[in-house]
């Protein structure tokens, strides 16, 4: 029997104003493997960002032009942004072509600016190109920032599926600038604390209990509470990467992933009327109240969980979870879709307690009939 290992390593960096030509960071991140070499890059921006960013291309060329040994292969290239990004290889063909036109090697970089499904489909792409071009993430959203651009998962939705394509890629590098944080429309801002909630309730019962502490000063975007909660949830789901013994999938769980079974099915659903953070919010509370219903969380913490998410302006129902087959609710659908994105066993975590998740492997149907009946009678009122 043939084994072998393969260490990975990338560096998640926080940091203001990157593109100031007296900031270091992108510049050591190009050139940390190969110092003394000369360092080439392709510049990939998301759509949404270059609308608040309208010196951008003069930006990234004076950034360039004041670093000596970096040399733009051509100049910024624009993708959309949100789920437009990854629905569909449009993305991914784009990114190849520009990647083709360049002729980057596979010492080369692909630097991405932009939002989470931006950056995945980017991430999907330069993972195929060469089986590997270097890619450096510049993660501008709250979720980007805080969950989806410091893993290492790529990929788009295919074949009626979320993600159905992808890869697991470790980045050479993220680069995390709170400052592109205040561009955000407050709607997508909310909505990429959810991934806060989420690792709070299933790890740290203490950075939930933060969360409730400061949930009216995150709800408006103050500074100092939307950055420290940034760094929090990307520590631990660093953590859980670097810790877990799984950072790639193989087994059948997705520890990571509460909330989550319901809320890719949700943003099918809602034709993506629907953000992923929003739907990860709604996704949360079903599980709770589910896990209430079982006898494993209490009414109290059950109580908890809603009204954080509440103060925070994220939404607890959809109609969508109301759309029905043949009498069956098509949100339930979701648990053979999640089931079958890793293979083997159903797997999903619920919670015993703020702060601890436990994998369970079945579901009663009925009874999350009833946990969905619950959502409707406790959703906030319009």
């Known amino acids: 029997m043939q084994r072998f290992t393969v260490p990975f390593e990338y560096p998640v960096v926080f940091t203001h104003d990157l593109l100031e030509p007296g900031n270091n960071t992108l510049a050591w991140a190009l050139s940390r493997l190969e110092p003394g070499d000369a360092h080439r890059a392709l510049v990939v921006v998301d759509q949404g960002l270059a609308a608040h960013w309208p010196s951008l291309d003069t930006d990234v060329a004076t950034y360039f032009a004041e670093h000596p040994g970096l040399e733009l292969a051509a100049g910024?290239?624009?993708?959309?942004?949100?789920?437009?990004?990854?629905?569909?290889?449009?993305?991914?063909?784009?990114?190849?072509?520009?990647?083709?036109?360049?002729?980057?090697?596979r010492h080369a970089f692909v630097i991405a600016l932009g939002g989470g499904a931006m950056l995945d489909a980017v991430g999907y792409a330069t993972a195929l190109a060469h089986r590997g071009v270097r890619l450096i993430r510049v993660p501008t959203t709250v979720l980007a920032q805080n969950?989806?651009?410091?893993?290492?998962?790529?990929?788009?939705?295919?074949?009626?599926?979320?993600?159905?394509?992808?890869?697991?890629?470790?980045?050479a590098a993220v680069l995390n600038d709170i400052s592109w944080i205040r561009t955000l429309p407050a709607r997508d801002r909310i909505a990429g604390i959810a991934e806060a909630v989420k690792v709070g309730l299933i790890r740290d019962a203490s950075f939930f209990a933060w969360i409730e502490d400061h949930a009216e000063a995150l709800h408006i975007g103050e500074s100092t509470a939307t950055a420290t909660m940034i760094r929090r949830c990307a520590e631990l789901h660093l953590q859980h990467i670097a810790t877990s013994g799984d950072p790639f999938e193989r087994g059948s769980a997705r520890p990571l992933d509460y909330g989550h079974w319901a809320a890719h099915k949700l943003e099918v659903l809602s034709d993506h009327g629907l953000c992923h953070g929003e739907a990860v919010a709604i996704g949360m509370t079903l599980d709770a109240h589910y896990a209430g219903l079982s006898g494993r969380l209490s009414e109290q913490h059950v109580r908890r969980i809603e009204a954080v998410l509440t103060t925070l302006g994220l939404p607890r129902w959809h109609d969508a979870l109301d759309l029905?087959?043949?009498?069956?609710?098509?949100?339930?659908?979701?648990?053979?879709?999640?089931?079958?994105h890793l293979g083997g066993q159903l797997t999903i975590t619920l919670l015993d307690e703020i702060g601890r998740g436990v994998e369970v492997h079945t579901i009663d149907d009925p009874r999350m009939d009833k946990a969905i009946e619950r959502l409707r009678d406790h959703r906030s009122p319009s």
Do not use: M
């Open 147 to 171: 969950d989806a651009g410091v893993g290492v998962k790529n990929g788009i939705n295919a074949f009626g599926g979320k993600n159905f394509l992808g890869t697991f890629e470790p980045p």
């Open 324 to 340: 029905r087959e043949d009498g069956t609710r098509l949100v339930l659908a979701g648990l053979e879709e999640f089931r079958e």
């Open 76 to 105: 910024v290239r624009y993708v959309p942004g949100g789920e437009a990004a990854k629905s569909g290889s449009g993305t991914v063909d784009a990114v190849l072509g520009w990647i083709a036109e360049a002729r980057l090697d």
